[in-house]
Structures are given as C-alpha cells and as structure tokens.
C-alpha cells in the first residue's frame, strides 16, 4: 500500500499502516539544492524558478519589486531528490544562474517525488 500523501510504500502496523517519510522515521540520504525567492503572501505549491546560490535568488526578487515585496520577500534553501539542469540567464539576467524550467515548490517533503518538484527547507 502506497502513502495517499507523498505516494511511498507504506509500513504495515497491525491492522493499520503508516509512511516511514511522512512521519518522519526515515531520512533522505541525498537531496540536490537551490534557492528560491518567495513572498510570504504567496499561496503553496506554486512554480517558481530555483536559483544556484542565495545571491542569484536575492538579485531576482529586487530585479521585480511588484511581484517580490522587499519587506516580506524570503531567500530560501530548496531540496530536490532530482538533479536541476542549470543554465545561465540572457540579457537582463545574464547574471543569473538558474534552472532550466520552473519547478513545483512545496513547503514540506510531504508529496510524490518527481522531476520539477522541491521543497523548502525553513
């Protein structure tokens, strides 16, 4: 049986079962990082792009003050259990060094792993 949250194998406890992930029983050996700018008014999950460092994340938010607020906008680790393909910004944001597509943010690890998704870590 499969956990209705994050899809994993669940482990059988008498008569019921539970997901070792979601409860947190398990830890994930290897995960790929990046960073993410977010206001703290936007709704999860939600696209965004993932950034290679902090810096390019901090640059993107105040490359767009009406859609980052400078006073509520956060800079945020984010894991993937899937490599990102990075490439380097054009024109304006040639600076930047970002992934390839926008990725599915979720705010915690409670979701079916897949390629384009990652979560915060806080």
């Not at 669940?10 to 790929?32: I, N, P, R, W």
């Not at 390019?56 to 400078?70: I, L, S």
Request: include cysteine; glycine fraction near 4%.
């Amino acid at each position: 049986m499969k956990c209705p949250t994050c899809k994993r194998k669940m482990t059988a406890l008498f008569y019921s079962q539970v997901c070792d992930h979601c409860t947190g029983h398990v830890e994930e050996k290897t995960f790929f990082e990046g960073w993410i700018a977010f206001d703290l008014d936007h709704t999860f999950p939600r696209k965004e792009y993932v950034f290679f460092d902090s810096i390019h994340a901090k640059d993107w938010a105040a490359m767009r003050p009406t859609v980052y607020n400078p006073q509520t906008t956060l800079v945020k680790k984010v894991h993937s259990y899937y490599p990102f393909n990075w490439r380097n910004g054009i024109a304006a944001t040639s600076h930047l060094v970002f992934c390839d597509t926008l990725q599915t943010i979720y705010l915690d690890s409670k979701y079916k792993p897949e390629p384009g998704r990652v979560h915060v870590i806080l």
